[in-house]
């Protein structure tokens, strides 16, 4: 089980150590499936276990590294949120390549978690960064949208998951 969010300490900690222990639960959604169940379209819009694992981790790059002038891996799903957009653009970052392995994915998302990791140790609360849309959001807004989410996310993936093979909950047992 991941680590119990305090219960005292400062802001930053706590929501890090939420945002940990959501991340640890869409791993844990993917742990003893095959490549096939981890890109089966599960619902009639595609969306697949491992097809969100790309999606959180191009939400990463893209809200903790872009936003506030951070490296970021070339060439990832995360440069969707440079520029504008128009009205018909696709929110396709959940669509798998060929490429998309599941050890694929799972790196990516890994990757993405340590720079993301780092942006939060190394930039207070009050950091501000420009968001893909335009408006300056702070670290702490970028923390609390992230944790937000990674949690609706990861509540699709337990439905997703319980409708391959019946595994149900929000960490792994004990």
Same mark, same amino acid.
């Given at each position: 089980?991941?680590?119990?969010v305090p219960?005292? @300490?400062?802001?930053?900690?706590?929501?890090?150590?939420?945002?940990?222990?959501?991340?640890?639960?869409?791993?844990?959604? =993917?742990?003893?499936?095959? !490549? !096939?169940?981890?890109?089966?379209?599960?619902?009639?819009? @595609?969306?697949?276990?491992? #097809?969100?694992?790309?999606?959180?981790?191009?939400?990463?790059?893209? +809200?903790?590294? +872009?936003?506030? #002038?951070?490296?970021? !891996?070339?060439?990832?799903?995360?440069?969707?949120?440079?520029?504008?957009?128009?009205?018909?653009?696709?929110?396709?970052?959940?669509?798998?390549?060929?490429?998309?392995?599941?050890?694929a994915m799972?790196?990516?998302?890994? *990757?993405?978690?340590?720079?993301?990791? $780092?942006?939060?140790?190394? =930039?207070?609360?009050?950091?501000? #960064?420009?968001?893909?849309?335009?408006?300056?959001?702070?670290?702490? +807004?970028?923390?609390?949208?992230?944790?937000?989410?990674?949690?609706?996310?990861? @509540?699709?993936?337990?439905? $997703?998951?319980?409708?391959?093979?019946?595994?149900? @909950?929000?960490? *792994?047992?004990?």
């Amino acid at each position: 089980m991941s680590n119990p969010v305090p219960f005292t @300490g400062d802001e930053k900690d706590i929501l890090h150590v939420s945002l940990d222990r959501h991340r640890d639960a869409v791993l844990w959604k =993917l742990e003893g499936l095959d !490549e !096939e169940q981890l890109r089966r379209p599960m619902v009639p819009t @595609g969306t697949s276990l491992l #097809g969100i694992v790309k999606h959180l981790a191009d939400c990463e790059y893209g +809200w903790f590294c +872009w936003t506030f #002038g951070r490296a970021t !891996e070339p060439g990832g799903n995360w440069s969707r949120f440079v520029g504008p957009r128009s009205a018909d653009d696709d929110d396709n970052d959940e669509w798998l390549s060929p490429d998309d392995t599941a050890a694929a994915m799972v790196a990516y998302f890994g *990757r993405a978690r340590a720079a993301a990791d $780092l942006a939060i140790d190394n =930039l207070g609360m009050d950091a501000v #960064g420009s968001a893909f849309f335009g408006p300056t959001v702070s670290m702490r +807004w970028v923390l609390v949208h992230v944790i937000e989410d990674t949690a609706r996310h990861a @509540g699709h993936m337990d439905i $997703l998951r319980e409708s391959i093979d019946g595994q149900t @909950g929000d960490h *792994r047992p004990v």
